[in-house]
């Protein structure tokens, strides 16, 4: 643990224990106000929800992925630092860790996504490639995935002045193989982020894990060439339930890998022909953004006065009972368990903390609850 805070430390053991996503994170945090705390209430909150105790990262596994860090000359950026990008933090489920390599200060500037389809034409590569550079060129940083084709291009644009990659795995695995160069000079020159651990092989889930960053980092997302049920639509949808811009570039009707952005254009995306389209769109974002005082602070939420645990919850096995029955293996919205079952919001969610640490409840995009499959049979 040499070099880092028992804090720190013991935030990365939370985040790497079973069962703790995003969401249920910020809530131990915001209930808690240590992990060490949190983590010593795990086993009991587990019980009260019915299963048995998730485990816990064990100190050996946090010193490993600590050394693996140091080797990289990464750095760790935590949900909560100062230096943790704004827009970000907004997010209900932003990652509660960042691992980064390169120019931190490169989310300072005003960010924008710029997204597409990995089998672009040759003209919307280059369009891609000159959009980026004149929006670094006007003091913009510009944030993409690292794939092929039209993110490929945004970084080649932006590549030595302002460009943000974010990657699905870990920092030190190289996704596409052929962008190994690439990923290794943005490292040097831009910022690299992840969300992973080093080593982590990227694989399909991983890949909207990436994108809700991708779309949360920017105060608009750019979509050039993309497929109706594209991965790019996805990054899209994500910047819009966030209040984000949403733009794309028109393209032929007869050419497939266009479909997508008129789509969006159709449904109300701002039309882009030239950087100009882009830059008036985010100083409208600037108008549009409340005073950062007004702005939630990274562990607030619901659970007002942080009681103990349940036993501050009146008829708290009736609540259990109450609450469970809500529940199926399809999604509904914690929203519509509040209303259906007339309790606090805060009430509500300290339950929910209980069943997901027991491994009862899955959590969805949008604020969405099911119960997990097994549980669904037994009950």
Not at 69 to 81: E, S, V
Not at 186 to 209: C, D, V
Request: charged fraction near 25%; hydrophobic fraction near 45%; proline fraction near 6%.
């Amino acid at each position: 643990m040499d070099g880092i805070s028992q804090e720190a430390f013991d935030r990365l053991r939370l985040i790497r224990s079973e069962n703790i996503g995003p969401v249920t994170y910020r809530h131990l945090m915001g209930r808690f106000g240590s992990a060490a705390r949190a983590l010593a209430a795990i086993p009991t909150l587990a019980a009260r929800g019915g299963g048995r105790s998730p485990r816990l990262a064990d100190a050996q596994q946090i010193d490993t992925e600590i050394a693996a860090i140091r080797k990289l000359d990464a750095r760790m950026l935590f949900l909560g630092d100062p230096a943790y990008p704004g827009l970000l933090g907004e997010l209900g489920n932003a990652p509660p860790l960042l691992l980064w390599q390169g120019r931190l200060e490169l989310i300072e500037r005003p960010m924008v996504a710029m997204v597409g389809a990995r089998n672009a034409s040759a003209a919307a590569c280059r369009f891609a490639q000159n959009l980026a550079n004149d929006l670094v060129e006007a003091g913009v940083s510009v944030v993409s995935g690292l794939a092929k084709g039209i993110d490929t291009a945004a970084h080649r644009g932006s590549i030595g002045k302002a460009t943000i990659a974010v990657i699905a795995g870990g920092l030190d695995i190289f996704y596409p193989p052929e962008n190994e160069e690439m990923q290794t000079e943005i490292a040097q020159r831009g910022l690299l982020l992840a969300e992973q651990s080093p080593g982590t092989e990227p694989r399909a889930r991983h890949f909207p894990y990436r994108n809700r960053i991708i779309a949360g980092l920017a105060r608009g997302t750019v979509v050039i060439e993309a497929a109706p049920r594209s991965g790019s639509l996805i990054t899209a949808r994500l910047a819009a339930e966030a209040g984000r811009q949403v733009m794309a570039v028109p393209g032929s009707p007869l050419d497939p890998r266009s479909r997508g952005c008129n789509l969006l254009i159709r449904e109300g995306a701002t039309l882009v022909q030239s950087v100009d389209d882009v830059l008036e769109m985010i100083r409208h974002f600037d108008d549009r953004v409340e005073d950062v005082d007004a702005l939630p602070q990274p562990f607030e939420n619901d659970f007002q006065g942080r009681e103990p645990l349940i036993e501050n919850v009146k008829n708290a096995g009736d609540q259990h009972d109450l609450v469970w029955n809500l529940l199926s293996n399809t999604p509904v919205a914690v929203d519509e368990i509040v209303r259906q079952s007339a309790m606090t919001l805060a009430q509500l969610q300290l339950l929910l903390l209980e069943f997901e640490l027991a491994g009862k409840i899955t959590r969805h995009a949008g604020g969405k609850i099911s119960r997990n499959d097994i549980w669904s049979r037994i009950s």
